[in-house]
T-cell receptor
Framework: GESVGLHLPTLSVQEGDNSIINCAYSNSASDYFIWYKQESGKGPQFIIDIRSNMDKRQGQRVTVLLNKTVKHLSLQIAATQPGDSAVYFCAETNSGGYNKLIFGAGTRLAVHP | ETGVTQTPRHLVMGMTNKKSLKCEQHLGHNAMYWYKQSAKKPLELMFVYNFKEQTENNSVPSRFSPECPNSSHLFLHLHTLQPEDSALYLC??????????????FGPGTRLTVT
């Protein structure tokens, strides 16, 4: 399931540090956003979502921040672990559509011991 | 696992071959999707089916032909492909238009190589 050959931006962090992955979205009409994680050999896996009526949402070790003014989304991972190493995608959609998710290019997170 | 299975996991085919990819979801969802993930582009939506009806064709060439016989199964029939069609083909499902969640559940993908 890896994006073989795609030159993704890479974020390298030390195990135990916090990670911040950023995403800029394009459609000001988008009102729902999702973060996915894709490990090697697997399909994307849901992490967390947020609707446009919120600017922050927390999950287990993850937090998503939404800044609608500048159309920016971020994913914060606390106490990053080796198992967090993967490619992370943000996706946007408009609730008035057919659940058509538009995915970003992705960021590769590399966690070093 | 996510509840979405895909077969085969790997496929090598010549440009004159005809093959099919299969996807099955065990989640009771009403919407199913085909995506293409290649080395040059991020995840690209190809087709969307809601309640077995195709509701989205994202300008996909006719050499890709989807089929959705019921809400649990989705096929992608391939014929006369080009080497640039080599990619990871991902299937996903979701609750669909009537659902409260937009989350899509992905299968592991089929790695396709066209020679």
């Amino acid at each position: 399931g890896e994006s073989v050959g795609l030159h993704l931006p890479t974020l390298s962090v030390q195990e135990g540090d916090n990670s911040i992955i950023n995403c800029a979205y394009s459609n000001s009409a988008s009102d729902y956003f999702i973060w996915y994680k894709q490990e090697s050999g697997k399909g994307p896996q849901f992490i967390i979502d947020i609707r446009s009526n919120m600017d922050k949402r927390q999950g287990q070790r993850v937090t998503v921040l939404l800044n609608k003014t500048v159309k920016h989304l971020s994913l914060q991972i606390a106490a990053t672990q080796p198992g967090d190493s993967a490619v992370y995608f943000c996706a946007e959609t408009n609730s008035g559509g057919y659940n058509k998710l538009i995915f970003g290019a992705g960021t590769r997170l590399a966690v070093h011991p | 696992e996510t509840g979405v299975t895909q077969t085969p996991r790997h496929l090598v085919m010549g440009m004159t071959n005809k093959k099919s990819l299969k996807c099955e979801q065990h989640l009771g969802h009403n919407a199913m999707y085909w995506y293409k993930q290649s080395a040059k582009k991020p995840l690209e939506l190809m087709f969307v089916y809601n309640f077995k009806e195709q509701t989205e064709n994202n300008s996909v060439p006719s050499r890709f032909s989807p089929e959705c016989p019921n809400s649990s199964h989705l096929f992608l029939h391939l014929h006369t492909l080009q080497p640039e069609d080599s990619a990871l083909y991902l299937c996903a499902s979701s609750q669909g238009l009537a659902g409260a969640s937009y989350e899509q559940y992905f299968g592991p993908g089929t790695r396709l190589t066209v020679t």
